[in-house]
């Protein structure tokens, strides 16, 4: 898990389209999003979410930086607020099954 919020941590984006991705942000739903994005498929688990959303991505500024005419900067915006909002729901879970792990302590421990 923690190796997709690494790379979505990781990426750098124009200052304008990032602007535009944390305005989005507050409107995110995902049941909405997601099978617009992933053509009417079911929506997928956040881990796997982030990891089509990051390959989607990926392609998407590739052809923005070859200018590509192709190229939709409004689509672009969808899939990172997606992205964004995915992994953010996915380090949310990570940290609860942290807390859920340290916080069960086991038996044999409890009987010292």
Same mark, same amino acid.
């Given at each position: 898990?923690?190796?997709?919020?690494?790379?979505?941590?990781? $990426?750098?984006?124009?200052? #304008?389209?990032?602007? @535009?991705? *944390?305005? +989005?942000? =507050?409107? /995110?739903?995902?049941? %909405?999003?997601?099978?617009?994005?992933?053509?009417?498929?079911?929506?997928?688990?956040?881990?796997?979410?982030?990891?089509?959303? $990051?390959?989607?991505?990926? #392609?998407?500024?590739? @052809?923005? *930086?070859? +200018?590509? =005419?192709? /190229?939709?900067?409004? %689509?672009?915006?969808?899939?990172?607020?997606?992205?964004?909002?995915?992994?953010?729901?996915?380090?949310?879970?990570?940290?609860? $099954?942290?807390?859920?792990?340290?916080?069960?302590?086991?038996?044999?421990?409890?009987?010292?």
């Amino acid at each position: 898990m923690s190796e997709l919020i690494d790379l979505v941590n990781a $990426l750098h984006r124009p200052k #304008l389209l990032l602007q @535009a991705v *944390r305005h +989005g942000l =507050a409107d /995110y739903n995902r049941e %909405r999003m997601l099978p617009r994005l992933f053509q009417d498929r079911a929506a997928p688990t956040p881990h796997r979410a982030v990891s089509d959303l $990051l390959l989607t991505e990926e #392609l998407m500024d590739l @052809a923005r *930086r070859d +200018g590509e =005419a192709s /190229y939709s900067p409004a %689509r672009h915006i969808e899939v990172l607020v997606a992205l964004i909002a995915e992994a953010r729901e996915l380090a949310s879970e990570a940290a609860r $099954l942290e807390r859920e792990a340290a916080s069960s302590v086991p038996v044999h421990a409890a009987l010292r």
